[in-house]
């Protein structure tokens, strides 16, 4: 299954509810969930869903960890996104328990759009029984 997204300049995109419908939709009760971004300038994480502040602060790390540099050689202009997905991964796997999402109490899963506004995809493939 896919999930189209319309992703903002930069920002994590709250995933959690597409998935676990994904994982709906399989039918499946166990198994494991993995979610795949397949961009080089975006990512896919699990943190904290419940405070705003969390993402902020995130974005305001990976900002300080890979700021733009004059001195990139890359023609496009977004090394610095590079880095930052990179830095995310590009991938999750997900336990699937009564068919639903194992995730902790405050976990949630974010797609991480470094280099928008874009239209993103993410695929989502569900294994098990």
Partial sequence: MEIT???????????TRQI?????????KSGICLVFCPH????????ENTDPDVVQDLLLALDKAFPEDPRFRHAEGNSAAHCKASSMGSSVSI??????LVLGTW???????????????????????
Wanted: charged letters at 15%; a neutral charge.
């Fill in 20 to 28: 676990q419908q994904a994982v709906l939709q399989s039918g499946i």
């Fill in 40 to 47: 080089t300038t975006a990512g896919i994480t699990i943190n």
């Fill in 107 to 129: 976990q949630g899963v974010y797609f991480c759009e470094f280099d928008g506004p874009r239209t993103r995809r993410v695929v989502v493939q569900v294994i098990g029984s």
């Fill in 95 to 100: 336990p699937v328990q009564d068919s639903r």
């Fill in 5 to 15: 997204l319309h992703t903002p300049q930069e920002g994590f995109v709250p995933i």
